[in-house]
């Protein structure tokens, strides 16, 4: 934990905000820290609150260091879905009752019925 206290100490001497950029030496000494707790079972919660960053960057940091592939946009085909062919129940005032028949089964049950 000293480590991070030391790392902490740096990251706040440091003026932030969006597109402000880390020193490279210190960004890698922080994705090896963070990586290596990452490994040991720490959340990136942990980590960002033991670092006092964001969230987002440490665990973006240290995926980038991972080779994490590049998510693309790829083409997509679309293609008419069959319908859905819903099933019905027919019950008699007897106590009957069947179950999964299609709307066209039923129409034949009812008429033959009759």
């Not at 030391?6 to 706040?12: F, K, T």
């Not at 049950?109 to 009759?114: I, Q, S």
């Amino acid at each position: 934990m000293e480590e991070a206290a030391v790392l902490r100490r740096e990251l706040s001497r440091l003026e932030t905000g969006r597109g402000r950029r880390y020193p490279p030496e210190l960004r890698a000494r922080v994705v090896a820290w963070a990586s290596r707790r990452h490994r040991a079972g720490a959340s990136w919660e942990d980590i960002k609150e033991e670092l006092g960053l964001q969230w987002d960057s440490v665990r973006r940091w240290c995926q980038d260091t991972n080779s994490v592939p590049v998510r693309a946009l790829v083409p997509v085909r679309v293609v008419p879905t069959r319908a859905v062919e819903r099933l019905v129940s027919v019950s008699s005032p007897g106590g009957f009752r069947i179950e999964g028949l299609t709307l066209d089964e039923a129409a034949q049950l009812l008429r033959a019925l009759g």
